[in-house]
């Protein structure tokens, strides 16, 4: 409880705490996807962060990638969720095909689940935004 109030000293609201005192940076990530699952099923980067992700469908079946929103409860007035940027989502690629986004990580640190957005699919990862 000390470390998250004085991380929310440090930042000047407590709608921007950051525990590790770190923020930004670039990160690049190569993410495969096929029919059962993601590699890697972790990826972690700083809060807001510049990311270059690439995504390739290596499965017989069209798959994508999107990041679902965290809550973040609170009682001081902050949103009651964070959410990734529009542009990190990236909608079915057919099998062989791969593409390429980049991104600003949101703020708030957390542990986001990443997963593949086409009707059916269950594969899953997590977007540790430390």
């Keep these: ?57 290596t499965g017989t079946k069209p798959h994508g990638f999107a990041v679902d929103c965290m809550p973040t409860p609170n009682d001081n007035g902050c949103p009651e969720s964070s959410c990734f940027p529009d542009a990190s989502t990236i909608g079915a690629l057919l099998p062989d095909a791969s593409t390429t986004t980049t991104f600003v990580t949101p703020n708030p640190e957390g542990i986001y689940t990443f997963r593949s957005p086409v009707a059916g699919d269950t594969q899953t990862g997590q977007f540790v935004v430390q």
């Design 1 to 57: 409880m000390l470390l998250l109030l004085a991380a929310c000293d440090n930042a000047g609201s407590p709608c921007e705490a950051d525990s590790d005192g770190i923020v930004g940076g670039s990160y690049t990530f190569d993410l495969q996807v096929d029919d059962d699952a993601f590699a890697p099923i972790i990826l972690k980067a700083e809060n807001l962060a510049s990311v270059t992700l690439t995504v390739t469908n």
